[in-house]
């Protein structure tokens, strides 16, 4: 089994509509983060967390929520998609608080497809 | 502004053949840089992370060079196979703002038969 784990790996919805995208971690990890990733571009960080009392915006936050359910699950939810929220989502985590030494470790990724 | 530039953006080799992919980057202050490595339809997966101190750092195949003078890093692969084919994203981490990461848009390396 994967160490992260992200569900749905595949979603397809209409603009407007409701969504979430969950992330589970068996590595025991603290820090947890959502990234998006678009053709062309380098991974952006849309949300991160320290621990279940810490969530911090990233630099592309706007149109997106999360929730810390417990040390190992962290949702992503588009309370109203558009399409230019299509990309492919990524969930993360580490174990250092020092990111600046701190491994990501990367989940397989959920494709989102808004129309 | 902090910035990640890797080059080419894409890169096809045979089977057996060494490549070279570059990383430039305008971060600072700098405290490390790592490679991952993201095949199709998966997570990237992290290579090596090298330091300010480090310049030279290898993981099997795969050689990474840091001169942070410069601010240029290189990936090194050795003797490619096809299941080298994946994107390689160089990814520099900022001293400051909470340790930022500042990602590369990634180079497509094909290796063929």
């Known amino acids: 089994d994967a160490d992260v784990t992200q569900t749905p790996r595949n979603r397809i919805t209409k603009t407007g509509k409701r969504i979430m995208l969950e992330c589970s971690q068996t590595?025991?990890?603290?820090?947890m983060y959502w990234y998006r990733q678009d053709p062309g571009l380098g991974l952006r960080l849309i949300y991160y967390s320290f621990d279940v009392k810490d969530i911090n915006k990233g630099e592309i936050s706007d149109g997106y929520s999360v929730s810390r359910q417990a040390q190992a699950k962290f949702s992503l939810s588009l309370e109203s998609a558009i399409p230019n929220q299509t990309a492919l989502y990524f969930c993360a985590t580490s174990e250092s608080r020092d990111s600046n030494t701190g491994e990501l470790f990367f989940g397989e990724g959920s494709r989102l497809t808004v129309l | 502004k902090n910035q990640v530039e890797q080059s080419p953006q894409s890169l096809i080799i045979l089977e057996g053949k060494n490549c070279t992919l570059q990383c430039n980057y305008t971060v600072s202050p700098f405290s490390n840089l790592r490679w991952y490595k993201q095949d199709t339809g998966r997570g990237p997966v992290s290579l090596t992370i090298m330091t300010f101190s480090e310049n030279t750092k290898s993981n099997g195949r795969y050689t990474a060079t840091l001169d942070a003078d410069t601010k240029q890093s290189s990936l090194h692969i050795t003797a490619s196979q096809l299941s080298d084919s994946a994107s390689y994203i160089c990814v520099v981490s900022a001293n400051n703002q909470g340790g930022k990461l500042i990602f590369g848009q990634g180079t497509e390396l094909s290796v063929k038969p």
């Open positions: 590595k025991g990890h603290d820090r």
